[in-house]
Structure formats: C-alpha cells, structure tokens
C-alpha cells in the first residue's frame, strides 16, 4: 500500500514538474481555428477570378489541433454549384499530400520561430511542370490574412494578400 502511494506522488510530482512546459509549448502559437469569411475589400483580387494560394473567396472554416489543421474551402464553380474542398496538413514539419479536382499537392507546414505565423509550402504539377506556392498565415487583430507568393507567367512571381474576417 505504501509502495503504490510512494507511485501515485510521483507521478503526481512528475505531472506538475513537466505539465507547464508542456502546456506552453502548444499556448505560444497562434489558433486558426474558426468559421473565415473573406474580406473583399481588404484583399487582393485575383487576376480572371480564382482563390489565391489554394484558398478561394468562399467561407473557410479551420480546424486546427495539436498536430493537425483542417482547411474547408467552399466555392461556386462556373456551373454555379457549391463545392467543398477539404486539405489537412500536419504541423510537425512533414509532407502532407492533398488529393483536389486539381490533382495531387504536396505541402510542408512549419511554425516561423516566435509561433506567431504559419507556412505553407505546396507544390504541385500543373501541365507537366512543378509549381511552387508559399502562403504565410497570420492573425492581425480579429483577421485572418494569408500573404501568398506564386510563379506567374512571365517566370516571375505574383504576391497577393487575402483577409478573412472571423464569423
């Protein structure tokens, strides 16, 4: 009986020595998590219609755990039917791939140093050739902007910024 008290306060002990750290390393980075609507006024607007950075000008709605963000795009088609499209990523680093009507995109997702910004790197084949995307996400005040950087074509690069106000 005593043996099993002497265990019980130890990991008690344990718990409390190492449960802050790790409750701070997570309380540091910012939460996408919400319903995100775009704020038209506040964005680029794409050249011929479109998203920018994977992300169209439809509702967003994110999830975002330990490991994972879940990214739901809704967008009117040239049909004017809805469809969603869903990604998820992992946060760790790691190549996550997304199957889309646009085919197969390869992302790598890491945390800028201060946990403040997300970025996301994807590439994907478009007409035989690899394209590459870089979008930076980042909370100012109650928005959501996403800073996207993509080839263009002239073989330069367009950077576009879209707002997303919280629902």
């Known amino acids: 009986m005593k043996r099993s008290l002497l265990q019980i306060l130890s990991i008690a002990v344990i718990l409390a020595l190492f449960m802050p750290a790790m409750t701070?390393?997570?309380?540091?980075?910012?939460?996408?998590?919400?319903?995100?609507?775009?704020?038209?006024e506040k964005s680029d607007q794409p050249q011929g219609g479109g998203g920018g950075g994977g992300f169209g000008g439809g509702p967003m709605?994110?999830?975002?755990?330990a490991n994972l963000i879940t990214?739901?795009?809704?967008?009117?088609?040239?049909?004017?039917?809805a469809t969603t499209t869903t990604m998820k990523y992992t946060l760790d680093g790691?190549?996550?791939?997304?199957?889309?009507?646009?085919?197969?995109?390869k992302s790598v997702v890491t945390w800028s140093a201060d946990g403040k910004s997300l970025n996301i790197t994807t590439t994907r084949n478009f007409n035989g050739n690899d394209m590459t995307t870089k979008a930076v996400w980042t909370l100012e005040g109650a928005n959501l902007?996403?800073?996207?950087?993509?080839?263009?074509?002239?073989?330069?690069?367009?950077?576009?910024?879209a707002?997303?106000?919280k629902k």
């Open 24 to 40: 701070n390393a997570q309380a540091g980075k910012a939460n996408f998590a919400g319903n995100w609507v775009r704020n038209t």
């Open 94 to 105: 790691k190549e996550s791939i997304n199957t889309s009507a646009r085919g197969d995109s």
């Open 61 to 65: 709605k994110v999830t975002q755990e």
């Open 163 to 165: 707002v997303y106000d």
């Open 71 to 81: 990214v739901e795009t809704t967008r009117t088609n040239q049909d004017g039917q």
């Open 145 to 161: 902007v996403v800073n996207t950087t993509m080839p263009n074509q002239d073989g330069g690069t367009t950077n576009r910024k």
